[in-house]
């Protein structure tokens, strides 16, 4: 994947579909004034994904991409290695199934026995012990400029999307520099940041010079994931926990949370960042859009 086509266009890899037809559907109600009306909401649909023989899980998604989804889920719980050889991939849209087939012969099932439920919109799952996969992560210490992040923030907060078309949904954005690549969505902002990781598994795209940017909360799920990507940066306009916090202080993720207009806070990694952008110079926020759904 040559990356660097990307600076001559300035356009995504992968954006958002606010108009496919196919992720939203129409449905008739009233407004506060009891006044009819037409308004799109989001499509959700079970996918189960296998790993070779084995049922490792099903999935509420809106059902984009579901290859990069099944891809990054299993790299994400660590059942899939960064050496395996993916001799397959096959999505059945009538059964609604995933099944991703590898050279190596694999069994989870000791592994599925421990699952734990995440704090993620649609809940998330997570299976075996959550910190295990973290053992030995080393994030590379690249440098984060402030301009970058506050051209990312305008240029994504800007970008048509599911989210102003219909709501009740989440954004994961893989970015270079002041640069985003790829951007998803999904009902869970878990299954968004799998298909980032399933993209840059099947693309073979590195993530030492990336950051992460979600719409929604940095939870402990979120910087995980985010850690066994290697990728050393993930910022937010929402909130955090303290378990992602502190797991970010743990691991070494520069974590940056309630970045609107010219604030943010960093709770992690400050030795990335490098300040070079005056704050009073930064305009202030305007009004995102509303979306066209009724409010």
């Known amino acids: 994947m040559q990356l660097a086509k990307l600076e001559d266009t300035g356009d995504y890899l992968i954006a958002p579909m606010p108009?496919?037809?196919?992720?939203t559907r129409a449905v008739?109600?009233?407004?506060?004034?009891?006044?009819?009306?037409?308004?799109?909401?989001?499509?959700?649909?079970?996918?189960t994904i296998f790993l070779n023989g084995q049922e490792i899980v099903t999935a509420m998604t809106i059902g984009d991409y579901p290859d990069y989804l099944a891809l990054g889920f299993l790299r994400n719980q660590g059942m899939l290695r960064a050496d395996?050889?993916?001799t397959r991939v096959d999505y059945d849209e009538e059964l609604e199934t995933v099944v991703v087939r590898t050279a190596r012969q694999t069994d989870f099932e000791e592994k599925m026995r421990k699952k734990t439920r995440t704090s993620g919109c649609a809940v998330g799952t997570v299976f075996g012990d959550m910190m295990a996969g973290l053992d030995g992560v080393v994030l590379p210490q690249t440098e984060v400029r402030t301009s970058?992040?506050?051209?990312?923030?305008?240029?994504?907060?800007r970008t048509p999307s599911l989210y102003l078309e219909a709501g009740a949904i989440h954004g994961t954005v893989l970015c270079r520099e002041d640069r985003p690549l790829v951007y998803m969505e999904d009902?869970?902002?878990h299954n968004a940041v799998d298909k980032i990781a399933g993209w840059m598994l099947a693309e073979g795209v590195g993530a030492a010079d990336k950051i992460l940017y979600t719409t929604g909360r940095l939870t402990s799920e979120m910087v995980i994931k985010t850690a066994m990507m290697g990728i050393p940066v993930l910022a937010s306009r929402s909130g955090f926990t303290a378990w992602g916090v502190e797991i970010a202080q743990q691991v070494g993720l520069t974590l940056i949370g309630r970045m609107k207009g010219k604030r943010f806070l960093c709770l992690s990694g400050e030795a990335r960042l490098r300040r070079?952008?005056?704050?009073a110079a930064v305009p202030d926020e305007p009004r995102r859009a509303g979306r066209k759904a009724a409010e």
């Open 19 to 23: 108009d496919a037809p196919r992720l």
């Open 28 to 47: 008739m109600g009233t407004d506060h004034t009891g006044a009819p009306v037409r308004t799109n909401v989001v499509e959700e649909r079970p996918l």
């Open 84 to 86: 395996d050889e993916i």
């Open 148 to 157: 970058w992040l506050y051209a990312l923030s305008a240029r994504i907060n």
């Open 187 to 189: 009902v869970g902002r």
């Open 276 to 279: 070079d952008a005056d704050p």
